[in-house]
């Protein structure tokens, strides 16, 4: 069935052919359907691809914080035995007043290994962020064995002392060993010595 275009009414669609009512049904359908897309549907499909990127990253962070809840019993006795460990090297470094009393300890760890002491020198303090080094300059003539025992008896002090820049020379006839021993003081915040005002 052939339809002329001409004798189609605008103003009588009642009376067209089926075929050509069905067509501008499906005409006026498609059309409802593309601008109810355009400007509806389509800023959705935007928002929604934005919600599953931001799914996605909220994903990741439940799941990294969801590691994070479960290890927590185990994250903090970790830093319970830190600060123990912490405050265990703390008790070794000695305090203002302790000072004195370790270096009698250093040079008496020398006496009893047999050593003779040509140099024992305290130097000043060399601030750090929250305790101070203190070196002293350190010459003794003795032997190797005697050597040995001094290192090993400074190592055994309760306090922390660490030996440096261990030179041995052969003089006269006799060994002489150079060193540095160094021992930390901890900085309290009302300290108000040299070392404390770092």
Known sequence: MNINLNELDLADVARWPTAARAVVILFLMGGV?????????????VELESAEVKEAGLKVIFETKAKQAANLEAYELQLEEMRESFGAMLRQLPN???VADLLIDVSQTGLASGLEFELFQPRSEVPREFYAELPISIRVIGGYHEFGDFISGVAALPRIVTIHDVNISHAGGKLGMNLTAKTYRYIEENDTTEGGDS
């Open 33 to 45: 359907i593309f601008l109810g897309y355009w400007f509806h549907t389509k800023d959705q499909m």
């Open 96 to 98: 203002q007043t302790e």
